[in-house]
């Protein structure tokens, strides 16, 4: 008997790629003369515009570059440059209908002197999540075969995008001024629910400024919440997000009489991300004929789910390098902007990196900056099926505890989600095979494997469920495995 399969086809939002692009970005910074090296450099990255268009990705935003130097008097001076980048990364099936989020971060910073003017070359990274229309055809019923209907729950990905403020006044006691300022945040929390995503998460700002005529850093943890509205979001559920500092201010006012300083930091957040919806359609999640062979294609979907955001709080400590060595005439100042470079392992739940930060270190009455890279390894526990999406940094001091022997020590905020694959399975095409010509007989034994199903069971023996379910008397399925199906054909 031919089959007359019945389709449906539906269309819906999925995650099409992930790609990353980097770009170079120079900033020239010329301070005068009489500045003999860079203490610090600060480069902070604020994302502007994402668009696809055909084949590519237009990206781009401003990079702020914050210098400190040491001055002719031996005491630090700053200059501050930015520069506007654009850049692209291409794809064959990027389309202008599509929706793309970028997450900007500078990898690594050099500094080179040209004449009496400094080059800072930032390479900047993109990390780019593609998301578009997709369809999907599944059968819902079929004459000439036997299909097993049964409603299957179907997951669509659902975006969203917005910007909140973050502010905070508080004092620097004993600052004389404030050299400059480096802030980066993690989300701690993403709820969806009553058409709106709540986000929570912190700010860590690391300052360097100045005290009793010397460099000194001080650190703040801010937290911030944002409330982003979202038509989708009415199931409350678990939302993976992405905020990112896209304009940052830092202004202190200092009372020398009364030796206070007070600082307000305020910025702009750029927050994006996703969540999972699902709805049940009534589709065939197998199929078979009684008198031969189908052509059957199953179709699965795994896509991700965000389930939970873990959050971990780690201290690190150790032996660290320190770049050119300062030997025990130095005195070590300011540890400042600090970062981590790490790899997650989701099979042994271990975080491996180094933590980078620049120390400022004084030498025979001058001031000098340079680099130092802690390793760490972090098991963190209950972090199955977690994805470490945020790494930020505080609280690093260096101490020198022999000649050429440094060690250092610093505080982890970690940020995971837990995501896990909501797989679900249906027939997207259906056809007959070849023809039975094997003459039927009069009895077939079904010998029953550990967890049989009913439906495995009639599809072993090419009879529909009602028939083998009235062969089978009074089993309960799944079957164990010791049973024997008995069927019993009548003579034409």
């Given at each position: 008997m031919p089959i007359k399969a019945g389709y449906q086809t539906e269309t819906y939002l999925k995650?099409?790629?992930?790609?990353?692009?980097?770009?170079?970005?120079?900033?020239?910074?010329?301070?005068g003369d009489g500045v003999s090296e860079l203490l610090a450099v600060c480069p902070q990255v604020c994302p502007a515009v994402c668009e696809a268009a055909s084949g590519r990705i237009n990206y781009g935003g401003r990079l702020v570059c914050t210098a400190v130097f040491a001055g002719t008097d031996g005491r630090p001076g700053r200059v501050q440059k930015g520069a506007e980048f654009t850049h692209y990364a291409e794809g064959e099936n990027f389309a202008p209908a599509q929706t793309a989020f970028c997450r900007l971060c500078c990898e690594r910073v050099t500094v080179r002197r040209e004449g009496?003017?400094?080059?800072?070359?930032?390479?900047?990274?993109?990390?780019?999540?593609?998301?578009?229309?997709?369809?999907?055809?599944?059968?819902?019923?079929?004459?000439?075969?036997?299909?097993?209907?049964?409603?299957?729950?179907?997951?669509?990905?659902?975006?969203?995008?917005?910007?909140?403020?973050?502010?905070d006044d508080f004092e620097a006691a004993g600052a004389e001024d404030?050299?400059?300022?480096?802030?980066?945040?993690?989300v701690t929390d993403c709820r969806c629910g009553a058409g709106e995503i709540s986000v929570s998460g912190e700010i860590f700002l690391s300052l360097l400024a100045v005290r009793g005529r010397e460099p000194v850093t001080l650190d703040r943890v801010i937290p911030f919440s944002a409330e982003i509205l979202c038509d989708e979001a009415v199931t409350p559920c678990r939302a993976a997000c992405c905020c990112q500092i896209a304009e940052s201010a830092l202004n202190a006012r200092v009372d020398?009489?009364?030796?206070?300083?007070?600082?307000?930091?305020?910025?702009?957040?750029?927050?994006?991300?996703e969540f999972a919806v699902g709805h049940e359609a009534?589709?065939?999640?197998?199929?078979?004929?009684?008198?031969?062979?189908?052509?059957?294609?199953?179709?699965?979907?795994?896509?991700?789910?965000?389930?939970?955001?873990?959050?971990?709080?780690?201290?690190?400590?150790?032996?660290?390098?320190?770049?050119?060595?300062?030997?025990?005439?130095?005195?070590?100042?300011?540890?400042v902007l600090p970062s981590a470079e790490c790899?997650?392992?989701?099979?042994?739940?271990?975080?491996?990196?180094?933590?980078?930060?620049?120390?400022i270190y004084a030498k025979d009455g001058e001031l000098h900056g340079t680099g130092v890279t802690l390793p760490f390894s972090v098991p963190l526990t209950g972090a199955e099926n977690a994805v470490v999406t945020g790494v930020?940094?505080?609280?690093?001091?260096?101490?020198?505890?022999?000649?050429?022997?440094?060690?250092?020590?610093?505080?982890?905020?970690?940020?995971?989600?837990?995501?896990?694959?909501?797989?679900?399975?249906?027939?997207?095409?259906?056809?007959?095979?070849?023809?039975?010509k094997s003459e039927p007989c009069a009895i077939s034994v079904l010998v029953a494997e550990p967890g049989e199903t009913l439906w495995s069971a009639?599809?072993?023996?090419?009879?529909?469920?009602?028939?083998v379910r009235e062969a089978c008397g009074g089993m309960t399925f799944p079957l164990v495995g010791t049973e024997r199906i008995l069927v019993y054909r009548k003579k034409q």
């Open positions: 995650k099409l790629a992930e790609v990353t692009s980097q770009s170079v970005v120079e900033c020239r910074f010329s301070p009496s003017a400094f080059v800072v070359s930032a390479v900047i990274a993109a990390h780019i999540s593609v998301y578009g229309g997709a369809e999907r055809t599944f059968v819902t019923s079929a004459e000439g075969a036997v299909c097993d209907v049964q409603p299957i729950k179907m997951l669509s990905a659902v975006t969203f995008s917005g910007e909140s403020e973050a502010e404030i050299l400059m300022h480096d802030a980066r945040c993690v020398e009489e009364r030796g206070r300083c007070t600082v307000n930091f305020s910025a702009r957040l750029k927050l994006f991300g009534v589709c065939a999640a197998d199929a078979f004929r009684t008198d031969g062979t189908a052509d059957v294609d199953i179709c699965t979907e795994a896509p991700l789910s965000c389930d939970d955001i873990k959050v971990w709080s780690e201290r690190v400590s150790g032996a660290c390098s320190v770049a050119g060595s300062p030997d025990y005439g130095c005195s070590f100042k300011a540890a790899t997650w392992s989701a099979d042994t739940c271990v975080l491996e990196g180094a933590v980078n930060a620049t120390l930020a940094v505080n609280g690093v001091s260096v101490r020198q505890r022999a000649e050429g022997e440094y060690e250092a020590e610093a505080v982890l905020r970690i940020t995971a989600a837990v995501c896990t694959p909501k797989e679900c399975s249906y027939v997207c095409r259906l056809e007959e095979g070849e023809e039975d009639a599809k072993r023996l090419k009879l529909t469920p009602e028939r």
